[in-house]
């Protein structure tokens, strides 16, 4: 979850705010002009986030704040109405939020207008993110490049990075110290790879890709075939692994290659990992489908565009998962989806309505178990009077 989940905006040094921000309005400035630009006026600011103001625009922002504790020069946002109540006493200068948006006394600050002011907040977060992950520029020592390399304009090597033979690396490029970049990669434009990155052989990274430390990706698949005397012999994995554009992929993550020449695992254009997540050779994830943590994806699997998968999940080889799939952490899905827009939990997974339907009944098992106790033994006992009563009536007659 973003920060600012509760309203809140985090606070950020003001001349990082001032980079990101002009990388918007002023995209053909350079970076040392960037920095020597003081401040923006709240209509500028509304014009990038396609807002409204209400109030007078030409004031001058400086610095992102939390609306609770926010001085005069920053911006602040309000998205969740539990947060209302700052909105009457904050001094930020501007304030993001909902068009709809009904005040309930005077406001003193101006309002910009927007259709989600969430949303905008996390578009200012990223340009931010953005701008001060792509400063760093030139090469540090030491540091390793190898021979036929081609590289893009201003891009930055860390020191005790290698860079292998053959490899393309677009413009923008930011490898950070220790990443090692096997031969025959490309890496395209604006991707970011974060320190101890390791890409085998033969990977295709796409533009503005952002991949974090300790994450591994080409790796062998887990292929071994077994031997009549028990023992396995390892299958050689001779694929590769193709991640498209726009993609993240948290901390020591694991995606390995395809098994045959000219096959890929591919990450489709979009898809956003989390940390410590397992992706099995020849797997390929749909654009726009998110993963959280520690979730396994078994061989050969295929999943849908547009997934939404919680954390601890494991997907067996050989599946097809439908597009627009809900999965519930730490499901286990045993067999394909087949319909799309399934809202699945459970292992074994199953429909999430009939899921808790079934857990509501399994809640009640001790005390439905200690019903049916009571009533075997009520059940026991009037067997056992009925029994007396007919022995009674036969000596009777």
């Not at 904050?90 to 993001?96: D, E, Y």
Request: with cysteine.
């Amino acid at each position: 979850m973003l920060p600012g989940s509760s309203g809140e905006l985090l606070g950020v040094e003001s001349q990082a705010f001032k980079i990101f921000l002009l990388s918007f309005l002023k995209p053909s400035l350079s970076p040392y002009t960037l920095l020597t630009t003081m401040e923006f006026t709240i209509n500028q600011i509304a014009g990038m986030l396609k807002g409204d103001v209400q109030g007078d625009g030409q004031l001058k922002i400086n610095m992102l704040g939390k609306i609770q504790d926010a001085k005069q020069g920053q911006i602040a946002f309000l998205a969740n109405p539990k947060y209302e109540q700052f909105i009457y006493t904050t001094q930020a200068s501007a304030v993001i939020v909902k068009r709809d948006f009904q005040a309930k006394k005077d406001i003193a600050t101006t309002l910009i207008l927007v259709d989600d002011p969430y949303t905008s907040f996390t578009l200012l977060l990223e340009e931010y993110h953005k701008a001060i992950s792509f400063q760093k520029s030139g090469v540090e020592d030491p540091s390793f490049i190898s021979k036929n390399v081609t590289v893009g304009k201003n891009i930055y090597r860390g020191a005790f990075s290698y860079i292998g033979n053959n490899v393309t690396i677009g413009d923008n490029v930011k490898i950070y110290p220790h990443v090692f970049v096997g031969d025959n990669v490309a890496i395209g434009n604006n991707t970011i790879l974060h320190a101890n990155v390791k890409l085998y052989a033969d990977t295709k990274i796409g533009n503005n890709c952002v991949i974090h430390s300790g994450t591994v990706i080409g790796s062998d698949g887990f292929g071994f075939a077994p031997q009549e005397d028990g023992s396995y012999k390892t299958i050689p994995q001779l694929g590769n692994v193709i991640i498209e554009d726009n993609v993240a992929i948290g901390a020591n993550t694991v995606i390995d290659c395809a098994t045959l020449y000219g096959d890929s695992t591919i990450i489709r254009q979009g898809v956003k990992l989390d940390n410590l997540i397992q992706v099995a050779h020849n797997v390929e994830i749909g654009k726009n489908t998110v993963i959280a943590a520690q979730t396994g994806i078994s061989g050969s699997s295929k999943v849908g565009e547009n997934n939404m998968i919680g954390g601890q999940v494991g997907i067996a080889g050989h599946l097809v998962i439908a597009n627009n799939t809900g999965i519930g952490a730490q499901a286990g899905i045993g067999k394909s989806i087949k319909e799309e827009g399934a809202k699945i939990i459970g292992s074994p997974a199953f429909d999430v309505k009939e899921y808790y339907k079934a857990y509501a009944v399994f809640k009640r098992l001790p005390d439905l178990n200690e019903r049916l106790r009571e009533l075997e033994r009520k059940l026991h006992q009037l067997n056992g009077s009925l029994e007396s009563q007919i022995e009674k009536m036969e000596k009777d007659e």
